[in-house]
Each structure stands twice: as structure tokens, then as C-alpha cells.
């Protein structure tokens, strides 16, 4: 029993320190957004403001700009998800059920993607959207964001489909259903917590972007990572206004986390006990 209870303390000790060490960077930054500019550039620097304020949220609400920029990166988002999901559920379902040549080495070729850099496929990209002239548009950022959501949430939606037997989709064929309706009304209900977890998962890597919606953005279409990177100018970087912009901007991702984090865990559990 003494044996059990020390580890028991030690598992509880690891997970508090673990749990420090993820969510001090959070809270720094939280504590950073609600100072004075003096105390942001004191040395040595105080954790603790002394007088705590709320001037930076109000001057950055006050931006339009910045606002557009949270408009903006909700539209590419949303939109990029979408389409990645719609694509990523007929093409993983197609991995997993039909046969035809050529499908574990086009399995294969989504899963080596994931190990290409974003830089390396963005000059290549560029020249892509300059000729169909989607330059500084949203349908040229969404469209080489799907470049690394398409093959992500395939490889993740793969994971899901294959755990279900086959008897499944011939059981609602004997009865009448075509294929589509088989995915529609038989699979994709089974596999909603591992759709909202992948779609979760797909709009916080969407959120993040930077490189490509700098590039292709072309500055008319700014996302909220590109807003807070202009507070870095060549004098100083305005940090007064650049920590209460990352909390807004990372507010709607851990909204969405806590409102559909039992989907979350629910689906991580059911990928995790895939045989």
C-alpha cells in the first residue's frame, strides 16, 4: 500500500510539473498583456504587474485592421477546413474500401508529405497562384493551405475508417444503399468524434499559418499571425500591443477546444485502442 501511494505521489507530482511547465508561457503572457509599457521594458523584468491595466485590449479592439485580420483568419479557416474534410472523408474512404492499383503508394505519398517543409513547395506555390492570378486573395491562401491540411486529415481519417468491418457498408448495400449512402448514414455517424477531433485539429493548424499567409496574402489579405508580426518594427517591437493581440487572436482556438474537448479526448482514445 505504501508502495502504491508513493507512486501515486510521484505520477501526481509529474503531471502538476508537466502541467507547469505547458502552461507558463499562457500565463506569462497573460500577465505580460494587462502591463504598463514601463514595466514591459523594466530591468530586471517583474512577473507580477504592479498595476494591472487593460489599455492594450482596448487600443488593439480599436484597430480595424487588427479586427479584419481576426475576420480574416476565421473565413480562411473555416473555409479551409470545410473543403479539407469533404475532400479528406471521400479520399480516405476510398483508401480504405475500394481497390485499384497504385492505392498504398498514393497512401504513402500523403503520409511522406507531412514531412516536407512549407518552404520548400512555396516558391513553386507562388508561381502557381501568380498564373491563375489568386495572388493576395482568399482562394489563393486556402488553396495552398490545403496543400498540407488535404494530406493531414486523410492520414488522420484513414486511421478511423479502416477500425470499421466491412459487414457494415454490405449490410446497408443488401438493403438498398448505394456506396455514398453507406459512407453518409452508416460510417460518418460512427466516426463523429474522430471527424470533430480531425476538424479541430485541421482549423488550429489553419489558424497558425504564417509563412503562407504572408506569401500569398501579399499583405492584402492578413491574417491575425501576420497582424501580430507587423508589431515587430526595426526600432522595437510594441509588445504593449503585441501580448493582448495574441490573447485575443488565441482566444476563439481554446474556445473551440473547450467546447468540443470530450469529442477531442474521445477521439484520441478511440485512435489510441485501434488495433
Known amino acids: 500500500m505504501k508502495m502504491k501511494a ?46 494591472p491595466t487593460l489599455n492594450g485590449y482596448v487600443a488593439v479592439l480599436r484597430d480595424s485592421e487588427f479586427l479584419r485580420s481576426l475576420l480574416n483568419t476565421m473565413i480562411i479557416s473555416l473555409a479551409a477546413t470545410s473543403i479539407a474534410l469533404a475532400i479528406g472523408v471521400l479520399s480516405a474512404y476510398a483508401i480504405t474500401r475500394l481497390r485499384f492499383r497504385g492505392k498504398r503508394t498514393l497512401f504513402l505519398s500523403f503520409f511522406i508529405t507531412q514531412f516536407i517543409p512549407p518552404i520548400v513547395v512555396l516558391i513553386p506555390l507562388y508561381l502557381i497562384m501568380q498564373k491563375f492570378k489568386l495572388l493576395g486573395s482568399f482562394q489563393g491562401v486556402i488553396a495552398t493551405q490545403l496543400t498540407f491540411l488535404m494530406p493531414y486529415v486523410i492520414w488522420l481519417l484513414y486511421g478511423y475508417f479502416v477500425r470499421f468491418p466491412y459487414e457494415l457498408e454490405e449490410a446497408a448495400l443488401v438493403d438498398g444503399c448505394t456506396r455514398f449512402q453507406a459512407l453518409t448514414k452508416v ?26 499567409a504572408l506569401v500569398i496574402g501579399m499583405g492584402h489579405i492578413k491574417t491575425i499571425s501576420v497582424k501580430l508580426a507587423e508589431y515587430i518594427g526595426e526600432a522595437r517591437i510594441v509588445y504593449e500591443l503585441m501580448f493582448p493581440g495574441a490573447i485575443i487572436g488565441t482566444l476563439p482556438v481554446i474556445l473551440v477546444a473547450l467546447v468540443f474537448q470530450r469529442y477531442i479526448i474521445q477521439g484520441l482514445a478511440e485512435g489510441a485502442l485501434r488495433g
Not at 9 to 23: A, E, K, R
Open 187 to 212: 460510417i460518418l455517424p460512427l466516426s463523429a468524434p474522430g471527424l470533430i477531433s480531425t476538424s479541430i485539429f485541421a482549423f488550429v493548424a489553419s489558424w497558425n499559418d504564417f509563412l503562407y
Open 6 to 51: 508513493f507512486t501515486r505521489c510521484i505520477i501526481v507530482l509529474v503531471s502538476l510539473m508537466l502541467l507547469l511547465y505547458t502552461t507558463f508561457p499562457f500565463f506569462w503572457l497573460l500577465l505580460s498583456s494587462i502591463k504598463y509599457p514601463v514595466e514591459l521594458y523594466s530591468i530586471p523584468p517583474r512577473f507580477f504587474p504592479q498595476r
